[in-house]
């Protein structure tokens, strides 16, 4: 079965800091990744995500995350955080079970300071 | 904004009582699919619905059911409520039923308390 871990559940960064959010994954073949953004009282956004090819993906508010098979990582980053990315943060992959659904992580929530 | 609304965005229900929650997918989206995000935890897959049907169920209860109508919205009704049924409900419209090809579209969700 499939399994998503995301060590850290409360990072808290300076504005202007660079940020790493780790993910690590199990699953039975190469898998499509995902990086989903939960604003306060929001839902669900994708940031990007990963299928196959460059290992470098590009997503969306300047958030790249990069794919390491030997880890079995899939780490999201950004440069220079704003305080407007304060927000929980969920690694996801699909269910194997029927892969018409989504495998969410536990998250993490960032605390952006002044 | 995703064009996906949920209602209603907050409900506060008594334990054993019945509650519908609703979702307006997307404009064109035929897929529904409904997760539970309880206090803390990543979202957890209820069902989904592809043009009308049932396609995938996750690990909830028979009393957790649901409905998709023919302009694709959606509900979602759960029987006899538990405390544990406390959560958000977050419904996801999209043009097709598998995640690998298509994007997911959250709504804001809909906070359920049961006392």
């Known amino acids: 079965a499939q399994s998503v871990t995301q060590p850290d559940i409360h990072i808290t960064v300076s504005e202007g800091a660079s940020l790493e959010l780790r993910c690590n994954y199990s699953?039975?073949?190469?898998?499509?990744l995902f990086w989903y953004v939960q604003s306060p009282g929001q839902g669900l956004q994708l940031l990007l995500k990963?299928?196959?090819?460059?290992?470098l993906v590009q997503g969306i508010k300047g958030f790249e995350a990069e794919f390491k098979r030997s880890q079995s990582s899939f780490n999201l980053r950004k440069p220079s955080v704003h305080w407007s990315d304060a927000a929980e943060y969920f690694c996801a992959l699909p269910d194997q079970t029927g892969a018409n659904n989504l495998f969410f992580g536990t998250g993490t929530r960032l605390t952006v300071i002044p | 904004e995703t064009g996906v609304t949920q209602s209603p965005t907050h409900l506060i229900k008594t334990r054993g009582q019945q509650v519908t929650l609703r979702c307006s997918s997307q404009?064109?989206?035929?897929?529904v699919s409904w997760y539970q995000q309880a206090l803390g935890q990543g979202p957890q897959f209820i069902f989904q619905y592809y043009r009308e049907e049932e396609n995938g169920r996750g690990n909830f209860p028979p009393r957790f059911s649901g409905l998709q109508f023919p302009n694709y919205s959606s509900e979602l009704n759960v029987n006899a409520l538990e405390l544990d049924d406390s959560a958000l409900y977050l419904c996801?419209?999209?043009?097709?039923?598998?995640?690998?090809?298509?994007?997911?579209?959250f709504g804001q969700g809909t906070r359920l308390t049961v006392v």
């Open positions: 404009s064109g989206h035929n897929t």
């Open positions: 996801a419209s999209s043009l097709g039923s598998r995640v690998m090809n298509t994007e997911a579209f």
């Open positions: 699953y039975g073949a190469t898998p499509y």
């Open positions: 990963y299928f196959s090819g460059d290992t």
